[in-house]
T-cell receptor, first 115, second 115 residues
């Protein structure tokens, strides 16, 4: 089944403790992206990647890092999480063919709470 | 920058009622437009799309028409079911400098359908 898999689904952590949220897709998509979803704000892009070793900042990159060493994986790293990073996070992927017009495939989400 | 505005929710309807969720956008050029649906506890799923003016996207009884004169992409369904209860997001596709792309989302509209 074609899918984007995120782990973990739920995570509660303390301020300052480094964490990684993993994202993997099995569709051979070149393009991957991370979004955060907050009430009243919709979804906002954090980082995106056009292909292996090609990443760039989205609208809200502060406090986050990403890497793209393999085509299928795009982990999101919070080096020193803070409470304002408490949110619902989604990973998405798409083919670059059609300039994104085929739409994105989203993972099921990771609900992160930083206390 | 580009933006999407959706009607506030929640929208509560009785089963078999007619649904309209308003969406308007501000953009340079003519971006592709999308509706995504998020069922409770799940990620976003592509519901329908339109890639140029006057296109009508349709899926599962939902439809939306790309109106460049009114910069709108309203979602409609003739007869809703309880299973349509979800959050609906309108989005436009931004093409970024360097070839990347991102979806710019509205804030989402929660739909509740009651028996």
């Amino acid at each position: 089944e074609a899918q984007v898999t995120q782990n973990p689904r739920y995570l509660i952590t303390v301020t300052g403790k480094k964490l990684t949220v993993t994202c993997s897709q099995n569709m051979n998509h070149e393009y991957m992206s991370w979004y955060r979803q907050d009430p009243g704000l919709g979804l906002r892009q954090i980082y995106y990647s056009m292909n292996v070793e090609a990443t760039d900042k989205g609208d809200v990159p502060e406090g986050y890092k990403v890497s793209r060493k393999e085509k299928r994986n795009f982990p999101l790293i919070l080096e020193s999480p803070s409470p304002n990073q408490t949110s619902l996070y989604f990973c998405a992927s798409s083919t670059t063919g059609g300039w994104g017009n085929y739409g994105y495939t989203f993972g099921s989400g990771t609900r992160l709470t930083v206390v | 920058g580009n933006s999407v505005t959706q009607m506030e929710g929640p929208v509560t309807l009785s089963e078999e009622a007619f649904l309209t969720i308003n969406c308007t956008y501000t953009a340079t050029g003519y971006p592709s437009l999308f509706w995504y649906v998020q069922y409770p506890g799940e990620g976003l799923q592509l519901l329908l799309k339109a890639t140029k003016a006057d296109d009508k996207g349709s899926n599962k009884g939902f439809e939306a028409t790309y109106r460049k004169e009114t910069t709108s992409f309203h979602l409609e369904k003739g007869s809703v079911q309880v299973s349509d209860s979800a959050v609906y997001f309108c989005a436009l596709l931004d093409i970024l400098t360097g070839g990347g792309n991102k979806l710019t989302f509205g804030t989402g509209t929660q739909l509740k359908v009651e028996l």
